[in-house]
């Protein structure tokens, strides 16, 4: 079945950086659109970075522009977000997903950012 599992957050000082990885099984990776999304407490979970198959397009969230990048190794079967600056507002749950809001979930990791 399809697995996705994140790894990386942990707590860091404001400016600082942080880079999360997500490994997949379960499905052919290399053809799949790959995501992150977060949801920090009482807010809605929202989209922070897409990447296409064979790294084609990228998109990200305007807030985190310039800061993120999203990247992916599909030997590896492996989706990164890097995460640098980073800025109390960035506090949040991240999930990895394939296959878009109705699609498969990672479980998240927790990144805190403090001031």
């Known amino acids: 079945q399809v697995q996705l599992v994140e790894s990386g957050g942990g707590l860091v000082q404001g400016g600082g950086s942080l880079r999360l990885s997500c490994a997949a099984s379960g499905f052919t990776f290399g053809i799949n659109t790959m995501s992150w999304y977060r949801q920090a407490p009482g807010k809605e979970r929202e989209l922070v970075a897409g990447?296409?198959?064979?790294?084609?397009?990228?998109n990200y969230a305007e807030s985190v522009k310039g800061r993120f990048t999203i990247s992916r190794d599909d030997a590896k079967k492996t989706v990164y977000l890097q995460m640098n600056s980073l800025k109390p507002e960035d506090t949040a749950v991240y999930y990895c997903?394939?296959?878009?809001?109705?699609?498969?979930w990672g479980q998240g990791t927790q990144v805190t950012v403090s001031s």
């Open positions: 997903n394939t296959g878009g809001i109705s699609g498969y």
């Open positions: 990447i296409t198959s064979a790294s084609s397009r990228r």
